[in-house]
């Protein structure tokens, strides 16, 4: 009964792969997350959907694309993957997102990237 | 600008010390949360306490208390007699206005050692 789940735990790849980092959460919530965390361990938002739409998209490279199947779902997918991309990916999810109110965000696992 | 400073960061104890993380944080916002999360070594993300500007009652939860100075910006965290479970990464962050939504600003944490 894991609220938010990601998959895989543990990404080993070459660089210049393809790969795809997905996370589901059985919460109800309206609103999913990408962050990434860094070796010093800074975290950064990269996107944002609210039911299936994008709301927050940070400056990162075209070569990170996520997409939204439906609003338990938010996949992450990576192209052309850099050494520079070696990170711990989070996802998280809140019940919405709205100015009026700041929801708590409840993140998952993480998923653990190396890029060779 | 929008700003989260944890100005410590290594923190080590001995057990049944009690230590306190500051969080000192900038914002224009008049409304705004304040969250603090914790990361053991297992590297998932967790919640520990959201907090609104306009309430500035300290909370407590079992060993861990919380201190928000609105006068100083300050929003502290306490564990009283520590234990070595308690050693991890400890994230304080803001949710601010970014327009159309809101999102969250990271402090660089504090990683905590309790040592027996």
């Known amino acids: 009964d894991t609220a938010v789940s990601q998959t895989p735990k543990y990404l080993v790849t070459q660089m210049g792969n393809d790969k795809s980092i997905k996370c589901e959460q059985n919460?109800?919530?309206?609103?999913m997350y990408w962050y990434k965390q860094d070796s010093k361990k800074f975290l950064k938002i990269m996107f944002s959907y609210n039911n299936k739409e994008l709301i927050i998209n940070e400056t990162v490279p075209n070569r990170f694309s996520p997409k939204s199947p439906d609003k338990a779902h938010l996949n992450l997918h990576i192209n052309s993957l850099e050494l520079g991309d070696s990170a711990v990916y989070f996802c998280?999810?809140?019940?919405?997102?709205?100015?009026?109110?700041?929801?708590?965000?409840?993140f998952g696992p993480g998923t653990r990237l190396l890029v060779l | 600008a929008q700003k989260v400073t944890q100005a410590q960061t290594e923190i080590s104890v001995v057990e049944k010390e009690d230590v306190t993380l500051d969080c000192v944080y900038e914002t224009r916002d008049t409304t705004y949360y304040l969250f603090w999360y914790k990361q053991p070594p297992s590297g998932e993300l967790v919640f520990l306490i959201r907090r609104n500007s306009f309430d500035e009652q300290n909370e407590i939860s079992g060993r861990y208390s919380w201190n928000f100075q609105k006068s100083t910006s300050s929003f502290n965290f306490t564990i009283t007699a520590s234990q070595v479970v308690d050693s991890a990464v400890y994230f304080c962050?803001?949710?601010?206005?970014?327009?159309?939504?809101?999102?969250?600003?990271w402090g660089l944490g504090t990683s905590l050692a309790v040592n027996p």
């Open positions: 962050a803001l949710s601010y206005n970014a327009g159309n939504n809101r999102k969250l600003i």
């Open positions: 919460l109800g919530h309206d609103t």
């Open positions: 998280a999810s809140s019940q919405d997102n709205s100015l009026e109110k700041a929801e708590t965000q409840y």
